[in-house]
């Protein structure tokens, strides 16, 4: 069964500063691997994703995420952090060899204050 | 496109009656996946169809919920009879098997009282 897993339930970042939010993964085969963003009271809006190819993948909103085989994680990063930044940030994994079944991470919630 | 279209945004009603919410994916789409999420259990899939058959039901809590997929066009998820418990915000969500990402609906907030 594939999971995945948000060590950490809040980020705390002073605006500005650099921002990294963890995920690690468990597949069986080849993970499709996707951050998604969530603001209050709306739905989940797609951030980027890893399919193949280079392990740096770069996003919306200046994010980018490093996809790691050997450590089976997929951190997601921002160089300068933004108070609108704030919001929850969901990890995901699809492996489209057994059922293409999408499954979430816990969340994190990242609070970057002024 | 619209995107996923969910309606009722908001409902509320009260324990033991039938609550029925709507999903309409994005044209093209052959996944389409209802999930839940509460402040307790963060998100969770209910059920996701591939071509409007069901693929993993696995996810469902009770008998007491039900979905359906009759054309690529509309998916419901049905909760007869509702319980104060399932009060939660659902979600629907569609993709292609080609792109790979899917795409969200605002939601529906449920309220059971």
């Known amino acids: 069964a594939q999971s995945v897993a948000q060590p950490e339930d809040q980020v705390n970042v002073a605006e500005g500063n650099p921002l990294t939010v963890k995920c690690t993964y468990s597949?069986?085969?080849?993970?499709?691997l996707f951050w998604y963003v969530q603001y209050p009271n709306r739905g989940l809006q797609f951030l980027l994703k890893?399919?193949?190819?280079?392990?740096l993948v770069k996003g919306s909103y200046g994010f980018e995420a490093e996809f790691n085989k050997s450590q089976t994680s997929f951190h997601l990063k921002k160089p300068s952090a933004l108070v609108s930044d704030s919001a929850l940030y969901f990890c995901a994994v699809r492996d489209l060899r057994a059922g293409n079944m999408l499954t979430f991470g816990g969340g994190t919630r990242l609070m970057v204050k002024p | 496109d619209a995107g996923v279209i969910q309606s009722p945004r908001h409902e509320v009603t009260e324990m033991g009656q039938e609550v029925t919410l709507r999903c309409k994916p994005i044209s093209g789409h052959d996944y389409l996946f209802w999930y839940r999420q509460t402040m307790m259990r963060g998100l969770e899939l209910l059920i996701y169809?591939?071509?409007?058959?069901?693929?993993?039901d696995s996810g469902m809590p009770e008998d007491r919920f039900s979905a359906k997929m009759p054309n690529a066009l509309f998916s419901t998820l049905k909760i007869q009879p509702s319980e104060p418990r399932d009060s939660a915000v659902y979600f629907c969500a569609s993709s292609s098997s080609r792109g790979a990402e899917a795409f969200f609906g605002q939601g529906t907030r449920l309220t059971v009282v």
């Open positions: 597949v069986s085969g080849n993970p499709y």
């Open positions: 169809f591939n071509n409007n058959v069901p693929i993993d």
């Open positions: 890893y399919i193949t190819g280079d392990n």
